[in-house]
């Protein structure tokens, strides 16, 4: 098991769970059509046992488990005993054609594959045998350079070439959580509809946030998640008070909305493409009284980034509105100059406070790194380069190296080689990320900066 805090001193992702098992045991937790709903309590027991059978097979952190994904309590179950055990889970789309199924398998190496028969079953049948909890694949070399703190790892859509792992370390994802605890409309308890595909980023958002805050989270069929009419009268029936959609999503509820209205939705989170606020969508909140529209972005590789709220006169919002300002801020000048830098809009990672000090240009190779990227930490040594025996170290970034038969992306930690210039240059076909070092004696906030992991944005034209 992974340690209770962080750092930051952040609640690790498994302590949020088992922290709601005690201040609100009989509080719904987890609704689903397939039975009975789970209450605090039951979920958290139902997730440590979990976690004991991964542990049981072998299963250490750093490694990978896959989940044959389906709209179920067992597949949140399994994806929540992944956190607690501090292993990194694989969602997997039984709807993805079988090449690309094999391909995910090939790239990620878990150790074993869990799920529901029927789901197991049709996997099997797309990908040939599987390894599992009572035989599981053997242990494979640690990836160059790699953290032993993954999450969970997502593939990309593959629009440019063969899809891509990204494999997201836990520290971003604690910060996410804590802002989303901390958040005076978000950190309240609500029930919110479990709406995202597996295979998308924000599924890790609702589920982690609305455990986290002590809210209930609904599951519905896919069919009716896909369907407007139905995932209207789903946030009807089911008296969804928040949900995660992207706008087109959005834009379907509002005008199947015309004649019945949501009464009880109070926070719509919009990610995953540019926010538009149509008529319909005006109209919607116009008879949502109360109710805001929160806008999110982020890229896979880093989660949320920035994040807005739309609220007040649903008459007076911009058709398009901004989401440039970092989700979470603190007191020191450090985080909080007031306009990003040229050429990198993508990068204000939020959960490294600030917004990095170099341009895009400047994180193109390890060996630019150490002279143009990130500043130091208040009190860090005179250079990158001469800080490593400094107290406390320079927050330089470093990239990890992968292994040749690895196309998923790796982060470098703080235990990893230095950020040598020796090291190869990407692949086309590999995204590389910077992981920043940190130096054990930092400080609590500076630690913060320092060990979040940023998104290396594309350099300049």
């Known amino acids: 098991m992974s340690q209770q805090e962080n750092d930051a001193g952040e609640p690790?992702?498994?302590?949020?769970?088992?922290?709601?098992?005690?201040?609100?045991?009989?509080?719904?937790a987890l609704e689903s059509p397939e039975g009975e709903p789970l209450t605090y309590r039951e979920l958290a027991s139902a997730v440590a046992a979990r976690a004991r059978a991964f542990a049981d097979a072998g299963l250490q952190s750093g490694e990978r488990i896959a989940v044959a994904a389906t709209r179920s309590t067992d597949t949140i179950i399994s994806i929540l005993a992944a956190a607690e055990a501090g292993i990194a889970y694989v969602p997997l789309d039984l709807a993805y054609p079988a090449e690309r199924l094999r391909a995910m398998l090939d790239d990620a190496q878990p150790r074993a594959v869990v799920g529901e028969d029927q789901a197991l079953s049709t996997l099997r049948?797309?990908?040939?045998?599987?390894?599992?909890?009572?035989?599981?694949?053997?242990?494979?070399?640690?990836?160059?350079a790699s953290a032993p703190d993954l999450t969970y790892v997502l593939f990309t859509s593959g629009s440019t070439g063969r899809p891509k792992g990204v494999a997201m370390g836990?520290?971003?994802?604690?910060?996410?959580?804590?802002?989303?605890?901390?958040?005076?409309?978000?950190?309240?308890?609500?029930?919110?509809?479990?709406?995202?595909?597996?295979?998308?980023?924000?599924?890790?958002?609702?589920?982690?946030?609305?455990?986290?805050?002590?809210?209930?989270?609904?599951?519905?069929?896919?069919?009716?998640?896909?369907?407007?009419?139905?995932?209207?009268n789903a946030l009807i029936q089911r008296r969804i008070e928040r949900i995660f959609v992207p706008y087109v999503a959005l834009q379907m509820i509002a005008e199947a909305s015309r004649d019945e209205l949501p009464t009880?939705?109070?926070?719509?989170?919009?990610?995953?493409?540019?926010?538009?606020?149509?008529?319909?969508?005006?109209s919607l909140f116009q008879r949502l009284p109360g109710s805001e529209l929160h806008n999110h972005y982020g890229p896979t590789e880093s989660h949320v980034v920035t994040a807005h709220e739309l609220r007040g006169d649903p008459a007076a919002w911009p058709e398009i509105p901004r989401s440039a300002a970092p989700c979470r801020t603190c007191s020191s000048p450090w985080c909080r100059p007031k306009t990003p830098p040229t050429n990198t809009p993508a990068n204000c990672c939020w959960a490294a406070r600030r917004w990095p000090a170099a341009t895009s240009a400047g994180l193109n190779s390890p060996a630019s790194a150490s002279a143009a990227t990130s500043p130091r930490c208040p009190g860090a040594g005179t250079s990158p380069a001469t800080s490593r025996a400094a107290t406390p170290r320079a927050c330089t970034p470093t990239w990890a190296a992968p292994t040749s038969n690895s196309r998923w992306m790796a982060f470098a930690s703080s235990r990893a080689r230095s950020n040598s210039p020796s090291w190869p240059r990407p692949a086309s076909r590999t995204r590389w990320s910077p992981r920043p070092t940190c130096p054990a004696s930092a400080s609590s906030w500076s630690r913060t900066w320092c060990c979040a992991k940023a998104r290396k944005p594309t350099p300049a034209s």
């Open 12 to 28: 690790n992702l498994g302590l949020w769970l088992r922290s709601g098992a005690q201040s609100h045991a009989n509080a719904v």
């Open 125 to 144: 049948s797309l990908v040939g045998e599987l390894p599992t909890l009572e035989q599981p694949a053997p242990v494979q070399a640690a990836l160059h």
């Open 264 to 282: 009880a939705l109070r926070d719509v989170v919009s990610a995953g493409e540019q926010l538009q606020v149509t008529p319909a969508i005006r």
């Open 170 to 232: 836990a520290v971003p994802l604690r910060h996410l959580i804590q802002w989303h605890a901390d958040h005076p409309r978000l950190g309240q308890p609500a029930r919110t509809l479990q709406f995202a595909p597996l295979s998308f980023d924000v599924h890790f958002q609702e589920i982690f946030s609305t455990l986290a805050c002590g809210g209930t989270l609904v599951l519905v069929p896919e069919e009716q998640r896909r369907d407007p009419g139905l995932l209207l």
